[in-house]
Protein backbone atom coordinates (compact mmCIF):
# COMPACT_ATOMS: atom_id res chain seq x y z
CA UNK A 1 0.00 0.00 0.00
CA UNK A 2 2.70 2.37 0.72
CA UNK A 3 4.65 1.41 -2.43
CA UNK A 4 1.78 2.48 -4.67
CA UNK A 5 1.38 5.82 -2.82
CA UNK A 6 4.93 6.67 -3.30
CA UNK A 7 4.88 5.80 -6.77
CA UNK A 8 1.58 7.97 -7.20
CA UNK A 9 3.12 10.77 -5.48
CA UNK A 10 6.23 10.09 -7.67
CA UNK A 11 4.31 10.08 -10.76
CA UNK A 12 2.17 13.09 -9.66
CA UNK A 13 5.30 15.08 -9.26
CA UNK A 14 6.68 14.16 -12.54
CA UNK A 15 3.82 15.08 -14.24
CA UNK A 16 3.72 18.00 -12.49
CA UNK A 17 8.10 18.88 -13.31
CA UNK A 18 7.30 18.14 -16.73
CA UNK A 19 3.85 20.29 -17.22
CA UNK A 20 6.24 23.13 -15.56
CA UNK A 21 8.90 22.28 -18.03
CA UNK A 22 6.73 22.12 -21.05
CA UNK A 23 5.19 25.51 -19.90
CA UNK A 24 8.07 27.02 -19.66
CA UNK A 25 9.59 25.54 -22.81
CA UNK A 26 6.53 27.05 -24.28
CA UNK A 27 7.24 29.97 -22.85
CA UNK A 28 10.93 30.23 -24.31
CA UNK A 29 9.45 29.15 -27.39
CA UNK A 30 6.85 32.51 -27.72
CA UNK A 31 9.55 34.94 -26.08
CA UNK A 32 12.40 33.61 -29.13
CA UNK A 33 9.22 33.96 -31.87
CA UNK A 34 8.90 37.43 -30.44
CA UNK A 35 12.57 38.86 -30.23
CA UNK A 36 12.91 37.11 -33.20
CA UNK A 37 10.02 39.40 -34.80
CA UNK A 38 11.74 42.43 -33.41
CA UNK A 39 14.98 41.88 -34.97
CA UNK A 40 13.75 41.48 -37.86
CA UNK A 41 11.63 44.42 -37.80
CA UNK A 42 14.76 46.40 -36.62
CA UNK A 43 16.36 45.04 -39.25
CA UNK A 44 14.10 46.14 -41.93
CA UNK A 45 14.01 49.61 -40.42
CA UNK A 46 17.96 50.06 -40.99
CA UNK A 47 18.09 48.51 -44.41
CA UNK A 48 15.27 51.00 -45.04
CA UNK A 49 17.47 54.14 -43.68
CA UNK A 50 20.62 52.47 -45.36
CA UNK A 51 18.59 52.44 -48.49
CA UNK A 52 17.69 56.29 -48.10
CA UNK A 53 20.26 57.00 -47.27
CA UNK A 54 22.11 55.15 -50.51
CA UNK A 55 19.39 57.49 -52.50
CA UNK A 56 20.49 60.86 -51.28
CA UNK A 57 24.35 60.00 -51.71
CA UNK A 58 23.83 58.78 -55.55
CA UNK A 59 22.30 62.32 -56.25
CA UNK A 60 25.86 64.10 -55.02
CA UNK A 61 28.29 61.60 -55.16
CA UNK A 62 29.18 62.64 -58.93
CA UNK A 63 28.93 65.99 -58.13
CA UNK A 64 31.58 65.87 -55.02
CA UNK A 65 33.73 63.66 -57.32
CA UNK A 66 33.71 66.26 -59.88
CA UNK A 67 33.91 69.20 -57.49
CA UNK A 68 37.29 67.20 -55.78
CA UNK A 69 39.49 67.53 -58.92
CA UNK A 70 38.31 70.64 -60.00
CA UNK A 71 39.86 74.47 -59.66
CA UNK A 72 38.20 76.42 -61.55
CA UNK A 73 35.01 77.92 -60.85
CA UNK A 74 31.52 77.76 -63.12
CA UNK A 75 31.66 81.97 -63.33
CA UNK A 76 35.74 81.50 -64.31
CA UNK A 77 34.65 78.40 -66.67
CA UNK A 78 31.71 81.01 -67.89
CA UNK A 79 34.37 83.83 -68.54
CA UNK A 80 36.64 81.67 -70.01
CA UNK A 81 34.17 79.64 -72.48
CA UNK A 82 32.95 83.58 -73.88
CA UNK A 83 36.22 84.88 -74.30
CA UNK A 84 37.27 82.10 -76.66
CA UNK A 85 33.51 81.90 -78.00
CA UNK A 86 31.63 85.28 -77.71
CA UNK A 87 28.12 85.44 -76.94
CA UNK A 88 25.21 84.87 -74.46
CA UNK A 89 25.89 82.15 -72.24
CA UNK A 90 22.82 80.12 -70.83
CA UNK A 91 24.38 77.55 -68.78
CA UNK A 92 27.41 75.67 -67.29
CA UNK A 93 27.54 72.07 -65.97
CA UNK A 94 30.40 70.42 -64.53
CA UNK A 95 30.19 67.21 -66.86
CA UNK A 96 30.33 64.10 -64.83
CA UNK A 97 30.20 61.70 -67.06
CA UNK A 98 33.89 60.82 -66.68
CA UNK A 99 35.30 63.52 -69.18
CA UNK A 100 36.24 65.87 -66.23
CA UNK A 101 34.73 69.30 -67.71
CA UNK A 102 32.43 71.97 -67.86
CA UNK A 103 30.58 72.49 -70.45
CA UNK A 104 29.31 75.84 -71.30
CA UNK A 105 26.42 76.59 -73.68
CA UNK A 106 27.05 79.76 -75.47
CA UNK A 107 24.72 81.27 -78.04
CA UNK A 108 26.70 83.84 -80.56
CA UNK A 109 24.87 87.31 -81.78
CA UNK A 110 23.96 85.32 -84.96
CA UNK A 111 21.63 82.84 -83.12
CA UNK A 112 24.15 79.99 -83.60
CA UNK A 113 25.12 77.95 -80.35
CA UNK A 114 27.97 76.35 -78.76
CA UNK A 115 29.56 73.61 -76.32
CA UNK A 116 32.69 74.99 -75.25
CA UNK A 117 34.52 72.76 -73.28
CA UNK A 118 36.95 73.82 -70.68
CA UNK A 119 39.35 71.86 -68.34
CA UNK A 120 37.91 72.02 -64.62
CA UNK A 121 42.21 72.14 -63.47
CA UNK A 122 43.40 74.66 -65.70
CA UNK A 123 40.42 76.65 -67.50
CA UNK A 124 42.07 76.06 -70.81
CA UNK A 125 39.89 75.54 -73.43
CA UNK A 126 39.71 71.91 -74.60
CA UNK A 127 37.23 72.32 -77.37
CA UNK A 128 34.10 73.91 -78.99
CA UNK A 129 31.54 72.43 -80.82
CA UNK A 130 28.35 73.75 -82.77
CA UNK A 131 24.87 72.08 -81.83
CA UNK A 132 23.29 71.39 -84.88
CA UNK A 133 19.94 70.30 -82.46
CA UNK A 134 16.99 72.43 -84.44
CA UNK A 135 14.72 71.87 -81.51
CA UNK A 136 17.27 72.86 -78.84
CA UNK A 137 17.89 76.21 -80.83
CA UNK A 138 14.23 77.06 -80.51
CA UNK A 139 14.56 76.79 -76.44
CA UNK A 140 17.55 78.66 -76.62
CA UNK A 141 15.94 81.28 -78.78
CA UNK A 142 13.34 81.82 -76.05
CA UNK A 143 15.95 81.84 -73.46
CA UNK A 144 17.42 84.51 -75.01
CA UNK A 145 14.24 86.88 -75.24
CA UNK A 146 14.06 85.80 -71.62
CA UNK A 147 17.14 87.29 -70.72
CA UNK A 148 17.50 90.10 -72.88
CA UNK A 149 18.01 93.58 -70.55
CA UNK A 150 18.15 91.20 -67.50
CA UNK A 151 21.05 92.92 -65.15
CA UNK A 152 22.35 89.39 -64.05
CA UNK A 153 23.96 86.85 -66.54
CA UNK A 154 24.84 83.46 -65.94
CA UNK A 155 29.19 83.98 -64.57
CA UNK A 156 26.93 86.66 -62.01
CA UNK A 157 24.49 84.48 -61.42
CA UNK A 158 27.69 81.23 -60.16
CA UNK A 159 29.21 84.07 -58.31
CA UNK A 160 25.62 84.93 -56.28
CA UNK A 161 25.60 80.79 -55.56
CA UNK A 162 28.88 80.18 -55.13
CA UNK A 163 28.18 82.10 -51.41
CA UNK A 164 25.91 78.65 -50.75
CA UNK A 165 28.57 76.15 -51.84
CA UNK A 166 30.75 74.98 -54.56
CA UNK A 167 28.59 75.72 -58.08
CA UNK A 168 28.27 72.06 -60.11
CA UNK A 169 25.54 73.69 -62.29
CA UNK A 170 23.79 77.08 -63.58
CA UNK A 171 21.00 77.83 -66.22
CA UNK A 172 18.13 79.23 -66.73
CA UNK A 173 14.79 78.36 -65.75
CA UNK A 174 11.74 79.75 -67.46
CA UNK A 175 9.30 77.28 -67.21
CA UNK A 176 7.77 78.70 -63.69
CA UNK A 177 6.00 82.28 -63.52
CA UNK A 178 8.77 83.67 -62.86
CA UNK A 179 12.14 83.36 -65.55
CA UNK A 180 15.20 82.93 -63.14
CA UNK A 181 18.68 81.22 -63.09
CA UNK A 182 19.33 78.50 -61.21
CA UNK A 183 22.25 76.53 -60.15
CA UNK A 184 22.87 73.65 -58.10
CA UNK A 185 25.51 73.18 -55.37
CA UNK A 186 28.02 70.91 -53.13
CA UNK A 187 28.64 72.05 -49.59
CA UNK A 188 29.58 69.86 -46.43
CA UNK A 189 28.13 67.07 -48.90
CA UNK A 190 24.92 68.34 -49.03
CA UNK A 191 23.48 68.72 -52.35
CA UNK A 192 21.19 72.35 -52.70
CA UNK A 193 18.85 74.03 -55.40
CA UNK A 194 18.89 77.48 -55.60
CA UNK A 195 17.40 80.35 -57.75
CA UNK A 196 18.89 83.98 -58.62
CA UNK A 197 16.61 86.57 -60.20
CA UNK A 198 17.49 88.59 -62.85
CA UNK A 199 16.71 91.83 -62.16
CA UNK A 200 18.56 91.85 -58.45
CA UNK A 201 20.73 88.50 -58.46
CA UNK A 202 19.10 87.42 -54.89
CA UNK A 203 19.61 84.13 -54.32
CA UNK A 204 16.71 82.00 -52.67
CA UNK A 205 15.67 78.31 -51.73
CA UNK A 206 14.19 77.07 -55.01
CA UNK A 207 10.97 76.06 -54.67
CA UNK A 208 7.83 75.24 -57.33
CA UNK A 209 4.89 77.73 -57.67
CA UNK A 210 3.34 76.13 -55.08
CA UNK A 211 5.88 76.90 -52.18
CA UNK A 212 7.37 73.72 -51.96
CA UNK A 213 11.07 72.85 -51.74
CA UNK A 214 12.18 71.76 -55.62
Do not use: C
Not at 15 to 34: I, M, P, Q, R
Not at 111 to 133: C, F, H, M, N, W
Amino acid sequence: MKRNIVIATLTAAALATGGTVAAFASGNDEATATQRQADTSAQVAADRDDDSADDRDDDTSEDRTAVSGGKVTAAEAIAAALQHTPGTALSADLDDDGADAWEVSVVKGDGTEYDVRIAPDSGKVLGAQRDTDDDRDAEDRAKLAAVKGAHTDAREAALAAAAKGTVTEVGLDDDRSTVAWTADTVKDGKYSEWRVALDSGKVTQDRDDDGDDA
